[in-house]
């Protein structure tokens, strides 16, 4: 089987709500998504999505994919879509890094393999769980009362996992999590991201100021020599994901004890191929995972499902609806949706869900 024409796409999609990330210093609106179409001389057809978060939030740009996807394009064109790790090498040849770029082609590769093998694509990773996928929320950060109002819209909607985004300020970031723990209930699941906006000082303030609150920090600083450092000096469990972008970030994490929690995002990683060896890391040594998009429709959201469901249900602590926080829906309702908080993975062939093609308008390149 070979892949005889590429078809990209690029489609705005606005959040329903703004968002702040770092105590207010980063504010998204919309997300730029590429959506990518890979036709065979065997006439399946299998479609990917790359939408990072915004421009600002980890160094990956929509434009940048698209213009990645040019230069790799004579490159993929005549691999065989089933031979993932083939046509990840020969994306590397002609891009190094880049890994934002690669991942929706690495997607559709996946969703081609899965169809002509007749199996949904947890099955050809391996099989796993069917228990449903609980949704983490995710709570961008503003006032305690803020805070709460959107913690209750997300519970209304059936959710217990909740993302809280922290950082920018000490005494604020302090207040906030002991408002957040005293209205949390029994059977949810808080995490406080940080998304880098501490320094040590700060991460060693706030982490030793709520220590005996028994909550989960993600992100603490900017980088891993800055987690590496504030380790040591806390009993409050971490989890990394923006410094967790290749395997030996996952290997030196692992290795060194930085920290008890995976977030994998499938985009940000370079998909799947590159995504189940940080898994497989991470169940090697102890480490729990959050799996999810880095952002985009349920295209991105089903791809995050199926890496999720390979991991034992004790060990995969939520993935994320991001589609819920959008104003539209490329695949008219299809797709793993928000049932009671929690996502069921498509058992059709491949990645089990397809964008409406007239929703993404007229493809903006097409390579064959
Ligand atoms: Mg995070």
Redesign the pocket.
């Known amino acids: 089987m070979k892949i005889t024409r590429i078809s990209v796409f690029h489609r705005d999609l606005p959040l329903e709500h703004p968002y702040w990330l770092s105590g207010g210093r980063l504010k998204f609106e919309v997300l730029d998504a590429t959506f990518v179409k890979l036709e065979t001389d065997a006439g399946l057809i299998g479609w990917g999505e790359g939408t990072p978060w915004g421009h600002t939030y980890v160094p990956a740009h929509g434009p940048g994919i698209r213009a990645g996807i040019e230069t790799m394009a004579p490159a993929i064109l005549g691999c065989d879509p089933r031979l993932t790790v083939n046509v990840e090498r020969a994306m590397d040849l002609q891009l190094p890094g880049h890994l934002y770029a690669k991942s929706p082609i690495d997607m559709a590769c996946w969703d081609i393999a899965g169809q002509a093998a007749g199996l949904p694509i947890a099955d050809m990773l391996g099989g796993g769980s069917r228990r449903l996928a609980p949704i983490a929320s995710s709570v961008g950060a503003t006032t305690p009362q803020e805070t709460e109002a959107v913690m209750n819209r997300y519970r209304q909607r059936g959710y217990k996992v909740h993302?809280v985004k922290v950082g920018g300020d000490v005494e604020r970031d302090i207040e906030r999590i002991r408002h957040v723990e005293a209205f949390r209930k029994p059977d949810e699941r808080i995490l406080y991201?940080v998304?880098r906006a501490w320094t040590r000082q700060q991460a060693m303030r706030v982490m030793t100021a709520t220590e005996g609150l028994g909550i989960m920090v993600?992100?603490p600083g900017e980088t891993l020599d800055d987690i590496a450092a504030i380790r040591p000096l806390t009993r409050t469990p971490i989890?990394v994901?923006?410094s967790l972008v290749t395997l030996q970030d996952a290997a030196r994490i692992a290795r060194d004890g930085l920290a008890e929690v995976f977030?994998i995002k499938l985009n940000r990683v370079g998909g799947l191929t590159r995504a189940r060896r940080m898994r497989d890391i991470a169940l090697a040594h102890g480490i729990d995972c959050f799996v999810m998009a880095t952002g985009g429709s349920v295209l991105a959201d089903t791809e995050a499902l199926h890496l999720a469901a390979t991991i034992p249900d004790d060990n995969m602590l939520g993935v994320w609806a991001c589609q819920d926080m959008l104003t539209v829906d490329i695949a008219s309702g299809r797709g793993p949706r928000n049932i009671d908080g929690c996502l069921h993975l498509p058992e059709a062939p491949g990645l089990g869900v397809h964008p409406d093609e007239d929703a993404l308008g007229a493809a903006v390149a097409v390579y064959s």
């Open positions: 993302s991201d998304n993600e992100q989890s994901d923006e977030g």
